[in-house]
């Protein structure tokens, strides 16, 4: 389980900025034309970690789901997070992210409560 680069994303993998590489099984960086989103995933920290951005707008709901399926393995529990507003960091107007420990289970409500 966890986070994944499925064979048919790297026709669109570009060159990570900055380090000249253009990453590796679970790390990299996505340009999807067709959907309009830059995708940067990582597996550093014991984190899964997966930004998604666009030029003129955050992603929605449904752009932010697809990238969990096409990334992550169905079963996997993944999750935004809204941190306290002290540690609140933007680098990027339109970006949003989606998380997944490595040696941890994200607690969830009742399946009624979802």
Known sequence: MGLRIPRHME??????PGSGGAGNHANGMFEI???GL???????????HVSVSRQERCPTW???EWVKRE???PGDCCM?????TAEHRNNHPFCLHIWRPHHAAIPMPPLFMV
Do not use: A, C, N
């Open 11 to 16: 026709v669109y993998r570009r060159k990570l």
């Open 33 to 35: 034309p067709s959907r």
């Open 38 to 48: 830059r995708i940067v995933i990582s597996d550093g920290g014991d984190w899964d």
């Open 62 to 64: 449904e752009e932010m």
């Open 71 to 73: 990334f992550f393995e």
């Open 80 to 84: 935004q997070l809204h941190v306290p």
